[in-house]
């Protein structure tokens, strides 16, 4: 079946580190996005790619590196986490800038 | 830039009574809207939305959304709700044309046995 696999589904880490969460999708969806959902905030989202190697910033990109050097996977860098990313993480792929499919979610914590 | 409000973080509901939930846009020329629901630890899923041409959108699990420009509003309904409808809703709205996503902050909806 196709659908969006996110990794690892749980993490904790500590501040300075670096941590990559990975994104796989088997739609062939062109489309592939990043958001963060925090509590009184909804989602918000942080990057976003049309295609390979093409990526855009979201609304919060600060401290977020992304790339996609294959369609069907977009993962996302935190280079040098901080307690304030401390977030459920959640991939989406779609055919145009609405996204149509969700991960599960990372949940991630900086210490 | 578009914005979207959903007038109410919580919502308790009886069992098979209706529910509202609540959703303003700010002004655009033309907008594309969307309601999607989060069960608790999954990702989203898509309800209904709303491109062009009827203003009542009819979605999946008996969901219905009804568009209304002249008070920029996109309500969410369901004539009877069931335990299993808890969840958080989000409304979405965009510009129309492709641009990303703008997300309000969600509603969650708890239905009482």
């Known amino acids: 079946d196709a659908g969006i696999t996110q990794s690892p589904r749980y993490k904790i880490t500590e501040t300075g580190r670096q941590v990559t969460l990975m994104c796989h999708q088997t739609?062939?969806?062109?489309?592939m996005f990043w958001y963060r959902q925090d509590l009184g905030h909804g989602l918000r989202l942080i990057y976003y790619s049309a295609a390979a190697d093409i990526t855009d910033k979201g609304e919060v990109p600060d401290g977020y590196v992304v790339s996609r050097s294959k369609t069907e996977n977009f993962p996302l860098t935190l280079e040098s986490a901080t307690r304030s990313q401390t977030s459920v993480y959640f991939c989406?792929?779609?055919?145009?800038?609405?996204?149509?499919?969700f991960g599960d979610g990372t949940r991630l914590s900086i210490l | 830039a578009q914005s979207v409000t959903q007038l109410d973080s919580q919502v308790p509901v009886f069992e098979e009574a209706p529910v509202e939930l609540r959703c303003n846009y700010s002004s655009s020329v033309s907008v594309y809207l969307f309601w999607y629901v989060q069960y608790p630890n999954q990702g989203l899923q898509l309800l209904l939305k709303?491109?062009?041409?009827?203003?009542l959108v009819k979605g999946i699990n008996g969901f219905e959304a009804e568009f209304n420009k002249s008070q920029t509003s996109f309500h969410l309904r369901k004539p009877s709700v069931h335990i299993s409808d808890t969840a958080e809703y989000f409304c979405?709205?965009?510009?129309?044309?492709?641009?990303?996503?703008?997300f309000g902050k969600g509603t969650r909806l708890s239905v009482i046995a």
């Open positions: 739609w062939s969806h062109s489309y």
């Open positions: 979405a709205v965009s510009g129309s044309g492709n641009t990303p996503l703008v």
């Open positions: 709303y491109l062009s041409g009827s203003t």
């Open positions: 989406a792929s779609g055919t145009d800038k609405k996204p149509q499919h």
